[in-house]
């Protein structure tokens, strides 16, 4: 299983990014594939996750209503565009999957055993 994330980059503060996870070796239909973010000095966090049998996608409080999360299933490629970009938003983001992740552990970093090489974000003010 390999992650490739991009997208990243330089931004102002209430423009949009979207990033890109391409994944090999991932099916969709079993999947969880979610999107984290580090920030200098803090630790990793959820931001969005995408999983196949749930009905809603799920998201940071932080980001729900700018930050949406999609895939495509012939891509194989998750995306998460995010909008409304704030300063606080800057971080390296990481995309992550794993096969079976049960619905109150995607949030947790240590749910997932495939990881992708991040991708920074920076949003100036």
């Known amino acids: 299983v390999q992650l490739q994330a991009s997208g990243g980059g330089m931004v102002q503060a209430g423009g949009s990014l979207r990033l890109s996870c391409e994944a090999s070796?991932?099916?969709?239909?079993?999947?969880?594939v979610s999107w984290f973010r580090q920030a200098p000095g803090k630790e990793r966090e959820f931001v969005s996750a995408?999983?196949?049998?749930?009905?809603?996608?799920f998201y940071a409080d932080s980001v729900k209503g700018r930050f949406t999360i999609s895939g495509d299933s012939a891509k194989n490629t998750v995306y998460l565009q995010m909008n409304s970009l704030k300063p606080e938003d800057t971080a390296v983001y990481y995309c992550?999957?794993?096969?079976?992740?049960?619905?109150?552990?995607?949030?947790?970093?240590?749910?997932?055993?495939?990881w992708g090489q991040g991708t920074l974000v920076t949003v100036s003010s």
């Open positions: 992550a999957a794993d096969r079976r992740v049960i619905n109150s552990s995607v949030f947790r970093p240590n749910s997932y055993n495939y």
């Open positions: 070796q991932v099916s969709f239909s079993t999947w969880t």
């Open positions: 995408i999983k196949r049998g749930s009905s809603r996608p």
